[in-house]
């Protein structure tokens, strides 16, 4: 079996089973909760690797139960809802979601999604705190040193463009909001200012990516913000 352990939070009984059908089916390891005492009781008790979270449960909003989780766990959380709006999408991934599917999903995407959350867990296990350098493709962070290479070329960064670099790296999969960003680069009072955002990290793409229009290693989540793609 998959050492990985997935707990499946749905109170819809098909979806459900067509979750743990497909998990059992690719043998990983699962548990499942159908509302969300049940949820931060089995996240608690059993520490899973990844959670795979519906918002609308019956007794606890899915969003709460990300903000509990996160008081204690950083667990890779992808939510899988019903609710498409945009607003909903960056509710959730505010609150500390690493991913967002919505409903209907093909089973194919689940699983794609799952094994990004797999990749951050091998990476974070990694001890990637302890390590100095990052490596990503021909990506490579000195963290020590304060310096971006690609290839053997010293990347030339503004001090704004290689915080958002460093950012996205250590978050490397998850989607970062435009408010997240903000916050962590500039400050509360810049929260809003995604026009600012945008305009940096077109010119960090300029110098990060060759072919900016076809990005190997930021991808855009229009209307919500960023992610660092894992290159294979």
């Known amino acids: 079996m998959n050492k990985i352990l997935i707990l499946v939070v749905e109170d819809d009984k098909p ?3 067509l979750i743990t059908t497909t998990l059992g089916t690719h043998n990983y390891n699962y548990l499942t909760a159908v509302n969300g005492k049940e949820a931060i009781m089995e996240a608690s008790s059993h520490n899973p690797d990844i959670i795979l979270l519906d918002l609308g449960l ?5 969003v709460e139960i ?3 989780i996160r008081t204690w766990s950083n667990v890779p959380i992808i939510v ?8 909903d999408k960056i509710e959730a991934l505010d609150a500390g979601a690493d991913d967002y599917l919505t409903k209907p999903f093909s089973v194919g995407e689940l699983l794609a999604r799952i094994r990004v959350a797999q990749r951050r867990i091998s990476f974070t296990k ?3 705190d302890a390590e100095s350098v990052f490596v990503n493709g021909s990506l490579r962070i000195d963290y020590a040193a304060g310096c971006a290479y690609l290839d053997k070329d010293e990347l030339k960064l503004t001090p704004i463009e290689y915080k958002l670099l460093c950012l996205l790296s250590k978050n490397i999969g998850k989607v970062l909001t ?7 680069i500039w400050g509360s009072n810049w929260s809003n200012n995604v026009a600012s955002l945008r305009v940096f990290m077109a010119t960090l793409r300029k110098k990060l990516e060759s072919a900016p229009d076809s990005p190997q290693y930021i991808q855009t989540h229009i209307g919500i913000g960023y992610r660092m793609i894992r290159v294979e």
């Open 66 to 68: 990300i903000q509990k």
């Open 58 to 62: 019956p007794d606890l909003d899915g």
């Open 126 to 128: 990694g001890d990637r």
């Open 15 to 17: 979806v459900r089973n």
């Open 80 to 87: 899988i809802s019903a609710r498409s709006e945009d607003a």
């Open 178 to 184: 435009h408010t997240f960003i903000t916050q962590k």
